[in-house]
């Protein structure tokens, strides 16, 4: 199992369902991307503070494996761990049930552009050092 360094608890909303009842896979995304606005937040800079800041990251590339759906009223765990590697940030989320079943597994990778330019993301780098 994944040390993970964030955790946080979320419940499915009826209209995040589709015709079949189960939420729709886009929404996992919202979930996913949620958890990581949220954890920068608790742990030292907003999205705000970043756009503030003239840093603004950037996702370039998303896998993500459905493994068992959500449904209406389903509480569940948004968890991830995180790594660097050059210029990439990389969060290892995964959404779980409960009752501990696995829901989604997720690999986000992002940059980070300082005043329209890529950059090494060495702010953030800073920021996250304890999660690193």
Same mark, same amino acid.
């Given at each position: 199992?994944?040390?993970y ?19 729709? &896979?886009? &929404? =996992?995304? !919202?979930? +996913?991307? !949620?958890?990581? !606005?949220?954890?920068?937040?608790? &742990?030292?800079?907003?999205f ?17 494996? =459905?493994?068992?759906? @959500? ?5 569940? @765990? ?19 049930k !409960? &009752? ?14 300082e005043n ?6 060495d702010?953030l ?6 999660f +690193?």
């Amino acid at each position: 199992m994944a040390d993970y360094v964030y955790t946080l608890q979320m419940q499915v909303r009826d209209y995040e369902l589709d015709s079949e009842g189960i939420v729709n &896979n886009a &929404n =996992y995304l !919202h979930y +996913l991307e !949620h958890t990581r !606005h949220r954890f920068c937040a608790e &742990n030292g800079i907003s999205f705000a503070e970043m756009q503030r800041r003239g840093i603004i990251p950037v996702l370039n590339k998303v896998e993500i494996e =459905y493994k068992e759906p @959500l449904r209406s009223d389903d509480e569940f @765990l948004s968890r991830l761990w995180l790594e660097r590697k050059g210029v990439r940030f990389i969060f290892h989320q995964d959404i779980f049930k !409960h &009752n501990g079943r696995q829901c989604v597994k997720a690999v986000v990778s992002c940059v980070c552009l300082e005043n329209g330019k890529l950059d090494r993301g060495d702010l953030l780098a800073d920021i996250f050092k304890d999660f +690193l």
